[in-house]
Nanobody, 116 residues
Framework: QVQLVESEGGLVQPGRSLRLSCAAS????????MTWYRQAPVKERELVAG????????NYADSVKGRFTISRDNAKNTVYLQMNSLKPEDTAVYYC?????????WGQGTQVTVSS
């Protein structure tokens, strides 16, 4: 059974940091491209950061470049999103995604709220 389980998000003050993790099971994690998406209220889901299966090449949304870092640990079947210098506009539900050809798996999402 395929599972992607995101860590708990939470309420964070502006300027602070938070690390999300996504633990995968039920498929060969190392073969999959992993991506973090987010969806804010009344907005469409958007790509935040992605990392390839081979080489660990990364890409980021312009809005998070220099602040967020995606990484993966294939030995632990886990992908991370380190979020620094958080802003209120980063408030959203964050989703973990695994994709390989037609296989497309999603986590349940975790709420991140940035507010003072």
């Amino acid at each position: 059974q395929v599972q992607l389980v995101e860590s708990e998000g939470g309420l964070v003050q502006p300027g602070r940091s938070l690390r999300l993790s996504c633990a995968a099971s039920g498929f060969t994690f190392s073969n999959y491209r992993m991506t973090w998406y987010r969806q804010a209220p009344v907005k469409e889901r958007e790509l935040v950061a992605g990392i390839t299966s081979v080489g660990g090449h990364t890409n980021y949304a312009d809005s998070v470049k220099g602040r967020f870092t995606i990484s993966r640990d294939n030995a632990k079947n886990t992908v991370y999103l380190q979020m620094n210098s958080l802003k209120p506009e980063d408030t959203a539900v964050y989703y973990c995604n695994a994709r390989l050809y037609k296989n497309d798996y999603w986590g349940q999402g975790t709420q991140v709220t940035v507010s003072s």
